[in-house]
């Protein structure tokens, strides 16, 4: 069992930055691809990146790729995700997740792939 919990959430304009950390319980963090999805309100919750054991592999949505920047810190159990140039259309809570059926084959963008959820964190972008 891997729990999670995010920080790093808030209010910021247009053009900011803000960086997401997500802190895991559990001593087989590091087995783990790790992944953050959004929801925003009405909507249905999105993949935003993902990032493999090592942090050697990276995926992300075309709709934040070269803004978005996720990471790893093994020995401290925790993910980043680095948001630059944001943008008012990414407001929304933003999640992350643990899939510990992870092969080394490829990230997955399915939320049904990820076992271990957090409980959210809000982010807001003023226009």
């Known amino acids: 069992q891997v729990q999670l919990v995010e920080s790093g959430g808030g209010l910021v304009q247009a053009g900011g930055s803000l960086k997401l950390s997500c802190a895991a319980s559990?001593?087989?963090?590091?087995?783990?691809?790790m992944g953050w999805f959004r929801q925003a309100p009405g909507k249905e919750r999105e993949f935003v990146a993902a990032?493999?054991?090592?942090?050697?592999?990276?995926d992300y949505a075309d709709s934040v790729r070269g803004r978005f920047t996720i990471s790893r810190d093994n020995g401290k159990n925790t993910v980043y995700l680095q948001m630059n140039t944001l943008k008012p259309e990414d407001t929304a809570v933003y999640y992350c997740?643990?899939?510990?059926?992870?092969?080394?084959?490829?990230?997955?963008?399915?939320?049904?792939?990820?076992?271990?959820w957090g409980q959210g964190t809000q982010v807001t972008v003023s226009s």
């Open positions: 990032i493999s054991w090592s942090g050697g592999m990276t």
């Open positions: 997740a643990a899939d510990r059926r992870y092969s080394g084959s490829g990230l997955s963008q399915r939320l049904a792939a990820y076992d271990y």
């Open positions: 559990g001593r087989t963090f590091n087995n783990y691809a």
